[in-house]
Nanobody
């Protein structure tokens, strides 16, 4: 599976963005999908995940209620809707995948930069 994220950009606080991650090479119907982010000078952190059946999501407390992850299996694409953006959401956002039976995310794509100005 190869992953390609897109949709990042420069926005103002309070704005919204939608990130997309296209998975190619193999259907992701048996893969859990997730978004992570890494802010400048900080470690990469979990943002949210969508299980392989597309029915269960999980979010970091810092984004809960503002970000929504969803998937379109027909397009092999997972989305991250970012609403009410804050300057502290500024980071490179990465799409990740793992076979549903595995514990750790081991497939990663290049990130997309989200910059939120105050």
């Amino acid at each position: 599976v190869q992953l390609q994220a897109s949709g990042g950009g420069l926005v103002q606080a309070g704005d919204s963005l939608r990130l997309s991650c296209v998975a190619s090479g193999r259907t992701f119907k048996t893969y859990d999908m997730a978004w992570f982010r890494q802010a400048p000078g900080k470690e990469r952190e979990f943002v949210g995940s969508l299980n392989y059946r597309g029915r269960s999501t999980s979010y970091a407390d810092s984004v809960k209620g503002r970000f929504t992850i969803s998937g379109d299996s027909a397009k092999n694409t997972v989305y991250l809707q970012l609403n009410s953006l804050k300057p502290e959401d500024t980071a490179v956002y990465y799409c990740a995948a793992k076979f549903f039976a595995r514990n750790d995310y081991d497939l990663w794509g290049p990130g997309t930069l989200v910059t939120v100005s105050s």
